[in-house]
């Protein structure tokens, strides 16, 4: 849905003002990255893992206990699955996704799991403290030359970097949910951050098949979110002023823009619980909009697309 699309045009590239290149113009040499390992199994690692693997990476899958790498493991096999369907990735096979899960090591030991990582990819949950900590219990194991990324939707590298230990070789690389199908990776650096580090990390999100989106400076919301919540705010005010109906504010959308895609048919995709989250911390109108959401669609099981009814319906093979 967010692809780009002609994905060849869509990475912003590099200028003389991109702090990731040298001093000089040149651009600063990429390592090559084929041990990748990804911390935390959730939605968002399992698909990261998954992904790398099946481009060719060596990947180790970290999460905190046997339990939680059983649930991890099931997902994986899930994702080889959904790769053959027709909303999974065109050309994957049966051999090339079981390919890609004999590539993936499980652990539950976080010394083992990054001992010989050229990158770690950090997918824990949204939050400051968890993330510190975790990042001052890897800091003594990592090698010398391993990159460390956040995946975090709402941290910026900054509020992380000083745990890290390696501020030259800390950033953030943010992928879209479903990252076989939305396949920007978002690559924001701090300052500290230095060019080979954040060139290694665009070439390795392109290596993944993703389109990279190269970040001159730290931006929360990255470049997608910093475009999609301002829409879906101005969507959701419409509505709560009683001003026009979702598919009128879509219907607009799409012909006056050409996307394929209206502001409340994106809300269903990231599903209604989430748009209930984050407009519930908003001003009055997101307030209002909150409680419109809970009480005509939450309450009865209308979740977004992912139960096939938001402010639409779906049939259910088309619900994901
Ligand atoms: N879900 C999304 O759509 C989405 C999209 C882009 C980015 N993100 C970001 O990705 C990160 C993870 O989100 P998610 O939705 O995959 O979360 P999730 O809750 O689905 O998964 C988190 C995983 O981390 C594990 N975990 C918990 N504590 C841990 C620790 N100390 N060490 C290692 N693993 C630990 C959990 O067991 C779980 O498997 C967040 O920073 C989020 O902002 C999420």
Redesign the pocket.
């Known amino acids: 849905m967010t692809s780009p699309a002609d994905p060849t045009t869509a990475s912003s590239g590099s200028s003389a003002a991109d702090p990731a290149r040298a001093s000089s113009g040149a651009a600063p040499a990429a390592a090559t990255v084929t041990r990748v390992t990804v911390?935390?199994?959730?939605?968002?690692?399992a698909q990261i893992a998954f992904q790398a693997a099946y481009t060719g990476s060596d990947v180790v899958a970290?999460?905190?206990g046997e339990e939680?790498l059983a649930?991890?493991r099931a997902r994986f096999d899930g994702l080889a699955a959904t790769y053959l369907t027709p909303q999974g990735l065109p050309g994957a096979t049966e051999q090339s996704t079981q390919e890609a899960l004999g590539r993936v090591r499980f652990t539950a030991d976080l010394a083992e799991a990054v001992a010989d990582a050229d990158l770690v990819v950090e997918?824990?949950?949204?939050s400051l403290d968890?993330k510190r900590?975790?990042y001052g219990r890897l800091a003594p194991l990592l090698p010398e030359r391993t990159i460390v990324a956040?995946?975090?939707?709402?941290?910026l590298p900054s509020d992380l970097v000083d745990s890290t230990g390696r501020p030259d070789r800390f950033l953030a690389l943010?992928?879209?949910?479903l990252i076989w199908v939305n396949n920007t990776a978002e690559v924001m650096g701090t300052p500290a951050t230095s060019p080979e580090a954040f060139r290694t990390v665009v070439e390795f999100a392109r290596g993944m098949g993703m389109v990279p989106i190269e970040l001159r400076k730290e931006q929360p919301g990255y470049v997608l979110n910093s475009l999609l919540v301002p829409l879906l705010n101005a969507a959701s005010a419409l509505l709560v002023k009683g001003v026009a109906d979702p598919e009128t504010v879509d219907t607009t959308w799409r012909i006056g823009t050409g996307a394929p895609f209206g502001p409340f048919q994106i809300m269903d995709v990231v599903g209604l619980r989430t748009v209930h989250a984050v407009s519930v911390a908003g001003g009055p109108e997101g307030r209002a909009f909150a409680e419109m959401i809970q009480r005509d669609y939450l309450d009865r099981g209308a979740t977004g697309r992912e139960s096939g009814e938001g402010f639409y319906s779906y049939p259910a093979a088309d619900a994901e």
Do not use: M, R, W
């Open positions: 911390l935390g199994t959730g939605v968002l690692g970290y999460d905190i939680q649930v991890a997918a824990v949950p949204e968890l900590d975790l956040t995946n975090s939707s709402t941290l943010h992928f879209a949910n």
